[in-house]
């Protein structure tokens, strides 16, 4: 695998029950993020980590909860959604504090809440 | 807070033409990257192009350019002999060169498409 990989590619669920979405990073880059896009709308950052720091939570709500266990993986962990939680959910990764501190975008997970 | 707008909802070229996509944002600082991305139907978001705004030059990647206006606040983005791949939405974003404010910010976007 290269580059930064996203699973699953599709997710349904209900509002009451619990999922997770999983980022890897195969770029050696110490920092990672998680954004959501929704139709006709800009893309949201929602958190950043730094060396597996949380850096920045962007006023999501609780129901969305991050972890980044190590520089490589982030997860989103997901309970409660409403529908208005459907949208792609993009996860990037980047260099910080480099340069060249460029994104690196995942291909995203289609999440529809019913 | 910086703000990037996309006035172009929609655009169209002939294939093997020119087309320019426009982008414009508003901030205060003086130090900051603009990025073009392209996303096409399969959702990857590819980087199409950077430029640090201490630069006069204009950035070129091959095909890509792009017409930076510091002063007007206008970064447009020119894709020369358009190919059927091209079709895709285009999104133009900001990032602050302030240490620790990753945070990119989008414009809406623009949908490309490409007439054969």
């Given at each position: ?78 309970h409660t959604l409403q529908p208005e ?30 | ?56 030059q204009n950035a070129t990647e091959n ?50 498409t490409i007439i054969p």
């Open positions: 695998e290269t580059g930064v990989t996203q699973t699953p590619r599709h997710l349904v669920m209900g509002m009451t029950n619990k999922k997770s979405l999983k980022c890897e990073q195969h770029l050696g880059h110490n920092a990672m993020y998680w954004y959501k896009q929704s139709a006709k709308k800009p893309l949201e950052l929602m958190f950043v980590y730094n060396f597996k720091e949380q850096t920045e939570n962007n006023s999501v709500p609780s129901r969305f909860s991050p972890e980044c266990p190590n520089s490589s993986h982030l997860f989103l962990h997901l939680d459907s949208a792609l959910y993009l996860c990037a990764s980047s260099q910080w504090d480099s340069d060249t501190d460029t994104q690196y975008f995942g291909p995203g997970t289609r999440l529809t809440v019913l | 807070a910086q703000t990037v707008t996309q006035s172009q909802p929609e655009m169209s070229v002939q294939e093997a033409e020119t087309v320019t996509l426009s982008c414009t944002y508003d901030t205060s600082e003086s130090d900051y990257y603009l990025f073009w991305y392209k996303q096409p139907p399969s959702r990857q978001m590819i980087l199409v192009i950077r430029q640090e705004a201490y630069k006069q095909r890509f350019s792009v017409n930076f206006q510091k002063a007007a606040k206008s970064f447009s983005l020119k894709i020369s002999d358009s190919q059927l791949g091209d079709a895709a939405m285009y999104f133009c974003a900001y990032r602050s060169e302030d240490f620790g404010n990753e945070k990119l910010t989008f414009g809406t976007g623009t949908r490309l």
